[in-house]
């Protein structure tokens, strides 16, 4: 297991370093910089500003000198557009905003996923599971920002429950989570029906049964361990999508995260953000997949570290 | 064991979801209601929607429009704005003299001046501000806005190494001297208007490092010191930025709101949804769908503005066909502008037939584009597009928006139908679009020119060859001659006698199409007083208040 993992993490390095020299690159080769703006400046001014933050330098200058702040020091610049804070700053402040809001919506996706996925495999073809799996389709069906605008206007509009956007105290998170984790619950709900109903016919389930296990022993404690594995595998690339598509959640709901600086640092051709926002996102989405890998292994006694 | 870490795992998400439902709505620290004062009375707070993020704090590093909104709540300049006309009222300066030539203009500051940790302000704090301004190492954006003052330019691009020969000169502590290139008769709508004309507190911003430094802390709460009515209490970024009262500021007595905060507001959607619980009382602007729904059903609350700016359409004249002025012309009188601003843009905008906005300080454009459909398809065969026959490829760019796009197949489609030429329309995303503009790598491109301050100067003088902001490629000798004779003048009389004679030039030569006239659309809580409509949307903070409601009343409701 450990050959395995340490095997994993030294091809993670040249992935990383893929992804960071191509970002640095196609960034800058998109037309449009930093300090393109509707009403131009003067040349001169252009110059005085590409030499105070020394664009003015040959792109494999910058390129060595942008990898050996980052390799030596973990600094990743100053930001182009917010002239007094620098990029681990900007990622220090936001990422716990979006990682709370991620957790949270993964909690409500797990929660309600399960749930509904368990039921409508117990109670197969029944009423409830028409129900949950009408829901389900519903819920992979709306996008966020349709569901959000609509969670808005009836609880914070018309029952006046909630604020409209804001993240200032712990009801702010209510709303926006929510949008974002039906939408995962929804997956995890289709995913453990299928993976129950797999399992609930396999002999060893009949063994439990026949040894007078209660229903809900059988349910819990041997089915539920093999029905809930695709929904592992999948947790992997829902994180990411959390992490990531948080964008339209925060800028729907006003909320401080990582997300928008994301994806505003491209329009902004922020490019010390981009290429910083980007190494985050690349780092989590490989060491979670890592993560998922292992545990998957773990769960599934079919499976081998090799 | 794997149950047991679901176990714990469920029951930590269970916790969470409780806690998270805890929290109570209006509970004061919502982050939008008003908090309770020392003498337990609620305070007076203004919550304002804001556009973007804001770059900075810092007046001389900024070059936006959110950030504009910002900086006047917190710094005044030499001189100020006034709330409704927005002509120049004392300020940092109690009076000024102008000398005969127009040349020099001497400020007399304040002797109550002051920053808001209390110390003075004298006529040098604006001297060395504008050194810094004009430090070519320091790499201001907007310091071609100083170019206007003997030696700014030189000194600014490294021609000049020795300051004092810049026309900055402090006389006496409270005396500053500034001596011009050319009379410039809008000197003073710029200094009240325009953030780059600020003082910035230089000894606050030593301590946190170099001067010509942009990186610096001195704009973070704790440390920022300013010189308006408000001073910078909070700065949450993309949340939001709290501003309180400057008890140090020279007219802290007119000053009524007890707080500012500002929201940055990117989805107008989202803003929009925002200000309907109340939790705003202005939005930055209110999207066009909205407009009908709030005529009908929230009229108290529609605000519809004059807005000094255009829509215009840009022809890049280095290509064929447009390089033909016939074309240019038959294309311009093709556009139903009526029927645009009526079932496009509906926000009460008027149509522009001509380029400097009508009522500019006292100036309105005589020549107007003229001529009826006939006219435009005889100006088209006589170009050799009898019925738009052997019309060349020629496409429309405009950014990607919804907006945009919506005027551009209105217009599409009026060129087809009106003069049966085909025109192609292309959208970029916003920086590439720029670039685009940047290299006239276009033929047709829509853009528009929002004023800084209010003179006809500011339309009129981005068509001058080598501007550029011009980039049409489009270049008039006699246009250039007048715009340098404008400059010179000796008063608005002569001054605009000469802009109507560029006026009419335009509308004539056409390099770019006039489409509409900008109008500010959004919503504002009706109980916001001390607010007037003004050109700019300039609207200075310190006579804003809210309206208190009766108590009582509201409780017997």
Same mark, same amino acid.
């Given at each position: ?14 992935v ?5 020299t ?10 449009g ?35 050996g ?25 936001? @990422? #716990? %905003?979006?990682?709370? =809001? +991620?957790a949270?919506?993964? &909690? /409500? ?5 399960? *749930?509904?996925?368990v ?68 997956y ?15 002999d060893y ?22 029905g809930? @594995? #695709? %929904?592992?595998s999948? =947790? +992997?690339?829902?994180?990411? &999508? /959390? ?5 339209? *959640? ?37 060491t ?11 769960l ?5 570290f090799? | ?16 979801l ?40 810092d ?7 959110p ?8 710094f005044e300049g030499?001189?100020s704005?006034d ?11 109690e009076?000024?003299?102008v ?11 304040r ?8 110390e ?16 070519p ?10 170019w ?15 300051y004092?020969k ?18 410039t008769?809008?000197f003073?709508?710029?200094?009240a208007?325009?953030y780059?004309w ?20 001195w ?15 909070e ?26 905060r ?17 939790q705003?009382d ?10 009908d ?8 609350s529609?605000?519809i503005?004059?807005?000094l700016?255009?829509?215009?359409y ?7 066909p ?7 012309k ?50 088209l065969?006589?170009a ?18 919804e ?35 940047d ?29 550029l ?14 715009a ?30 006039p489409?509409?006239y ?14 007037w ?22 409780e017997?409701?």
């Amino acid at each position: 297991m450990f050959r395995f993992i340490a095997r994993r993490l030294l091809q993670i390095i040249p992935v990383l370093w893929f992804i960071v020299t191509a970002t640095f690159f196609m960034i800058r080769f998109v037309p449009g910089g930093p300090f393109t703006a509707e009403k131009a400046v003067t040349p001169e001014i252009l110059r005085n500003l590409e030499a105070h933050y020394g664009l003015d330098k040959p792109l494999y200058q910058q390129y060595f000198d942008y990898m050996g702040n980052l390799l030596l020091h973990g600094d990743l610049g100053p930001s182009f557009k917010y002239a007094s804070r620098t990029v681990n700053e900007i990622i220090a402040d936001k @990422l #716990p %905003v979006s990682i709370e =809001l +991620g957790a949270i919506s993964l &909690g /409500i996706a797990l929660v309600f996923g399960l *749930i509904l996925g368990v039921i409508a495999a117990i109670k197969r073809n029944s009423f409830f599971d028409y129900l949950a799996s009408s829901v389900a389709m519903i819920g992979i069906c709306v996008p966020t920002f349709v569901l959000g605008p609509l969670l808005v206007l009836f609880f914070a509009i018309h029952l006046g429950w909630f604020n409209a956007s804001g993240w200032y105290t712990n009801i702010d998170r209510i709303l926006p989570s929510a949008t974002l984790g039906m939408v995962y619950a929804a997956y995890v709900a289709r995913l453990t029906r299928g993976g129950m109903l797999e399992v609930l016919n396999q002999d060893y389930i009949r063994t439990a049964r026949a040894k007078g296990a209660s229903e809900f022993r059988v349910i819990f404690r041997h089915a539920l361990r093999g029905g809930i @594995l #695709p %929904v592992i595998s999948f =947790l +992997g690339p829902a994180i990411a &999508g /959390i992490l990531t598509g948080s964008f339209v *959640i925060e800028t729907i709901f006003q909320i401080p995260g990582l997300g928008r600086e994301f994806v505003n640092s491209a329009f902004n051709r922020d490019y010390t953000l981009v290429l910083g926002t980007v190494i985050l996102y690349a780092s989590l989405i490989v060491t979670l997949n890592l993560i998922v890998d292992v545990v998957q292994v773990w769960l599934n006694p079919k499976l081998k570290f090799e | 064991m794997i149950r047991r870490f679901f176990a714990s795992f469920l029951s930590i998400i269970a916790v969470a979801l409780f806690l998270t439902g805890c929290g109570k709505r209006n509970s004061g620290s919502s982050g939008y209601d008003a908090p309770i004062g020392e003498d337990g009375k609620k305070l007076m707070v203004y919550n304002a929607g804001n556009g973007a993020e804001p770059q900075d704090l810092d007046p001389q590093v900024v070059t936006g429009v959110p950030e504009h909104n910002l900086l006047m709540t917190l710094f005044e300049g030499l001189v100020s704005e006034d709330p409704q006309t927005l002509e120049p009222v004392p300020s940092m300066a109690e009076s000024w003299d102008v000398s005969d030539d127009g040349l020099v203009y001497t400020f007399h500051l304040r002797e109550n001046a002051k920053w808001s940790n209390g110390e003075r302000i004298f006529a040098e704090d604006f001297v060395q501000s504008y050194k810094r301004m004009l430090t070519p190492a320091f790499a201001a954006e907007y310091s071609y806005l100083l170019w206007f003052v003997v030696g700014a330019e030189d000194y600014n691009k490294g021609k000049l190494d020795d300051y004092s020969k810049v026309g900055f000169k402090a006389l006496d502590e409270q005396t500053l001297q500034v001596t011009l290139n050319n009379p410039t008769p809008f000197f003073l709508r710029i200094l009240a208007s325009h953030y780059a004309w600020y003082p910035v507190p230089l000894k606050v911003i030593a301590q946190f490092g170099s001067l010509t430094d942009k990186s610096t802390r001195w704009t973070q709460p704790g440390n920022m010191v300013s010189n308006g009515p408000f001073q910078l209490k909070e700065w949450s970024p993309n949340q939001r930025i709290v501003m309180e009262r400057n008890p140090h500021y020279w007219d802290a007595a007119t000053v009524k709101l007890d707080q500012v905060r500002y929201y940055p507001t990117e989805d107008i959607s989202s803003e929009e949804r925002t200000f309907r619980t109340g939790q705003l009382d202005k939005t930055n602007e209110l999207p066009n769908a909205k407009i009908d729904a709030y005529r009908k059903n929230f009229p108290e609350s529609l605000r519809i503005e004059p807005y000094l700016g255009i829509y215009y359409y840009r022809l890049n004249v280095t290509r064929p066909p447009l390089d033909d002025k016939r074309v240019r012309k038959a294309l311009a009188l093709a556009i139903d502008r009526e029927s645009i601003v009526r079932n496009v843009t509906r926000g009460g905008q008027d149509p522009a037939y001509a380029v400097s906005y009508p009522g500019t300080a006292g100036y309105t454009p005589r020549a107007q584009l003229s001529g009826d459909l006939a006219e435009a398809k005889r100006l088209l065969a006589a170009a050799g597009f009898p019925n738009g026959e052997n019309w060349p490829h020629v496409e429309l760019l405009y950014n990607t928006s919804e907006n945009h796009r919506a005027i551009a197949e209105a217009i599409q489609q009026m060129w087809r139908t009106n003069l049966g030429v085909d025109v192609q329309l292309t959208n970029q995303e916003w920086k590439v679009y720029l670039d685009s503009q940047d290299n006239q790598d276009y033929w047709v491109q829509r853009a528009g020119w929002i004023a800084d301050y209010v003179d006809p100067n500011v339309f009129l003088e981005i068509w001058t060859t080598g501007n550029l902001n011009n980039d049409t490629g489009w270049s008039n000798a006699e246009y250039d001659q007048l715009a340098a004779a404008a400059l010179a003048a000796k008063n608005d009389t002569e001054r605009y006698e000469i802009y109507q004679r560029m006026d009419a030039i335009l509308v004539d030569e056409l390099p770019v199409i006039p489409i509409y006239y900008y109008k500010r659309v959004y919503a504002m809580n009706p109980k916001v007083k001390g607010y007037w409509p003004t050109l700019l949307d300039n609207h200075p903070l310190k006579y804003i208040y809210i309206e208190e409601e009766p108590e009582a009343a509201a409780e017997t409701e």
